[in-house]
Nanobody, 118 residues
């Protein structure tokens, strides 16, 4: 059974930081590119960032470039998203999912809520 368990979200003030984690099991994590996808209230899901299977290449949505950093630890089957200089428009539920440019959350994904507000 594939399991993707996100954590690390919360309420943070504008300009603050959060580090999201995604613990993966049930499929060969180290052989798969991964993405972070987010869905803001009342909006459709959007791709945020992707990383290749070995972690050698990373890709970002323009609006998060320079603020977010995606990384992975294949020994721990864990994906990360370091988010700095957070803005209110980053408020969303964040999901991890296989694929480099995924545009939808994984089926049944729980996600982790990130709220940026003063």
């Amino acid at each position: 059974e594939v399991q993707l368990v996100e954590s690390g979200g919360g309420l943070v003030q504008p300009g603050g930081s959060l580090r999201l984690s995604c613990a993966v099991s049930g499929f060969p994590f180290g052989s798969n590119a991964m993405s972070w996808v987010r869905q803001a209230p009342g909006k459709g899901p959007e791709w945020v960032s992707g990383i290749t299977s070995a972690g050698t290449m990373t890709y970002y949505k323009d609006s998060v470039k320079g603020r977010f950093t995606i990384s992975r630890d294949n020994a721990k089957n864990t994906l990360y998203l370091q988010m700095n200089s957070l803005k209110p428009e980053d408020t969303a539920v964040y999901y991890c999912t296989p694929d480099l440019y995924a545009t939808t959350p994984p089926p049944g994904g729980q996600g982790t809520q990130v709220t940026v507000s003063s």
